[in-house]
């Protein structure tokens, strides 16, 4: 099947079964049809936005499924025009007619007031949307987004011919887990040098896009595009003071972890100097951990996880594997990273990884596989809108299911292999935080001095990686290498400042990580009962759903990272 053959979850009522969804005037056609049609009653406008909600969610899986296409073979020029033709032809054309209706909304709604509960979070999107529409920035947003799929498409080509073999840059990440530190330092130099290759091309589109930010921010009556985004994200719950407090919150409470973790590696180790090359291969010597060989294998193991987790998580699972919903191995061509996109009209899920049979990429499937559960549990809401919760709640979702899951790596490992699984995880949720710190820090500082240099960007990144690094790792003779590290973060050339709701989640997580210690079916039903909302409600409710707390202060950073540090020490012993 393909994705396209997918049931939608419920019959169309409004859109024609055979309308084409990537033709600018069939969708021309079918917005104004809302956008003159009467509504003189609380019926007929909550009629109105259920057909207004089934319209977007039909136009965005048309999307969903060709930027898919298009991840999934970056160098397909067939895929590649056709999500390229809806960028320049299709998005330009909706983004004014949805303004149009949410302005027609606005005024509906004074005149025959929804129940204020229910539209609360809806009516709130809607006036933020408006208040920031500006038609001026529609090609501007054209422009952002083919340098991003142009982004996709330089790193997506990049190789290596390493030991005889041509490899994808994923697939080079499994040398630097080898206990040979020559190979190693062989590996990271080897996509080091690829990576520089390109670096120019790279900074010329971050340049440009950071110049189209600029201009989209300036129209929209902004002084910087760090304030515009934040409103675009409706960041309601927060602002860029809560962020730098948390940068330094993070300075303080976890980077002094992440420094006593790499000088305890670099004891194990034997080392005088630790390496880049040296951070992700097992301290003590041994090989590295090998969670299977083929991926069918990982499929398996990870729906064997949430099998002892809860029946509904795995019929969830199951059901992603029947439809074919799963692309997760690595192979040439294929865009870097991973993702859950969400086939918004057959309200399911598409998971998408490079995986290349290291243990990292389970964590990745549990985590990509929480998205997953996220669009399974709120595919029952009615709205469209409110089947997309708020990124911070959404990494909730797939950080809780690493996490939980931990428990399950029997079916990879055995006994030793599993503490050493779970030593690197923990480990990697204090790097997470600080890498969030860094990234998020680094944004702020780039759109804050929009006039900046390349230069002063590779100044304030360097600076930004030592303030939040620990201190350990020796970059010595690397300063190209470690000047550049930041192209590899897709988010800041695609996603802007999208990278603090990891820290935030992160903490809601490790909340749940928490009761989950002590009552494992209590824990999973309040994951799931938060994520059965949706984005219905306000983040701050979204959290209490899940029976935790939406709270990135240090008062709450620091009792959490004393849990960590005490289980680390424990798996340690």
């Known amino acids: 099947m393909t994705l396209s053959q997918l049931t939608p979850y419920a019959p169309r009522t409004f859109v024609p079964a055979d309308a084409v969804l990537t033709n600018p005037s069939v969708i021309t056609a079918l917005y104004e049809k809302l956008l003159v049609r009467p509504v003189v009653s609380h019926a007929e406008l909550e009629a109105w936005i259920l057909d ?145 290759r390109d670096k120019d091309k790279l900074e010329d589109i971050f340049d440009r896009m950071r110049g189209l930010r600029g201009r989209i921010a300036a129209n929209a009556g902004f002084g910087n595009f760090r304030d515009y985004q934040f409103k675009a994200y409706q960041r309601f719950d927060y602002t860029a003071e809560d962020c730098k407090a948390f940068h330094r919150s993070v300075r303080e409470l976890v980077v002094p972890l992440r420094r006593v973790i790499d000088q305890k590696r670099m004891q194990d180790m034997g080392l005088t100097s630790l390496r880049p090359w040296d951070t992700a291969v097992d301290p003590k010597g041994r090989l590295p951990l090998k969670p299977f060989d083929a991926v069918g294998r990982l499929v398996e193991g990870v729906g064997s996880i949430f099998e002892r987790l809860d029946p509904q ?24 990273g991973g993702y859950q996109n969400t086939l918004t009209e057959a309200r399911k899920p598409f998971i998408f990884m490079n995986a290349v049979g290291v243990d990292d990429d389970v964590r990745t499937l549990l985590h990509e596989s929480g998205h997953a559960f996220h669009a399974y549990l709120s595919a029952g809401e009615s709205l469209d809108d409110y089947r997309h919760a708020p990124m911070e709640f959404c990494e909730v979702a797939s950080m809780s299911m690493e996490l939980m899951g931990c428990g399950g790596m029997g079916f990879f490992y055995g006994d030793e292999d599993v503490r050493r699984s779970n030593v690197e995880h923990l480990e990697g949720v204090i790097s997470t935080l600080a890498w969030v710190a860094t990234v998020d820090a680094f944004q702020h500082w780039i759109y804050e001095n929009q006039g900046h240099t390349p230069l002063e960007r590779r100044e304030a990144w360097v600076r930004c990686l030592k303030e939040f690094g620990g201190g350990v790792v020796d970059w010595d003779g690397l300063g190209e290498e470690m000047s550049f590290l930041w192209h590899r973060q897709l988010h800041i050339f695609e996603v802007p400042f999208y990278y603090i709701e990891y820290g935030i989640a992160q903490l809601g997580a490790l909340q749940l990580w928490q009761k989950f210690g002590k009552d494992p079916v209590r824990a999973v039903a309040d994951y799931k009962k938060g994520l059965s909302l949706g984005g219905s409600r306000p983040l701050p409710e979204l959290f209490a759903g899940a029976g935790i707390r939406f709270d990135f202060s240090k008062e709450m950073l620091g009792p959490l990272m004393d849990e960590v540090y005490r289980e680390w020490q424990r798996l340690n012993l």
Request: charged content about 30%; glycine content about 4%; proline content about 4%.
């Open 313 to 336: 998580l795995a019929l969830f699972y199951k059901d992603m594997k029947g439809l074919g919903l799963l692309d997760l191995e690595s192979r040439k061509g294929k865009a870097p």
């Open 52 to 196: 207004r909600s089934e319209l977007d969610a039909a136009l965005g899986q048309a999307g969903s499924i060709l930027y898919i296409a298009m991840t999934c073979a970056t160098d397909d020029p067939v895929r590649a025009k056709a999500y390229q033709d809806f960028v320049e032809q299709v998005e330009p054309v909706v983004k004014p007619l949805a303004h149009a209706l949410n302005e027609r909304f606005l005024v509906l709604n004074s005149r025959y007031p929804l129940d204020a509960a229910r539209y609360e979070v809806y009516v709130r999107s809607a006036r933020a949307e408006v208040e920031l529409f500006v038609e001026k920035n529609i090609p501007l947003e054209t422009e952002v987004s083919l340098l991003a799929q142009e982004y996709q498409s330089v790193c997506g080509a990049m190789t290596v011919e390493f030991d005889g073999k041509e490899r994808t840059l994923p697939e080079m990440g499994k040398f630097l887990q080898e206990t040979d530190r020559v190979l190693r330092a062989r590996a990271w130099r080897a996509v080091a040098v690829r990576r520089l």
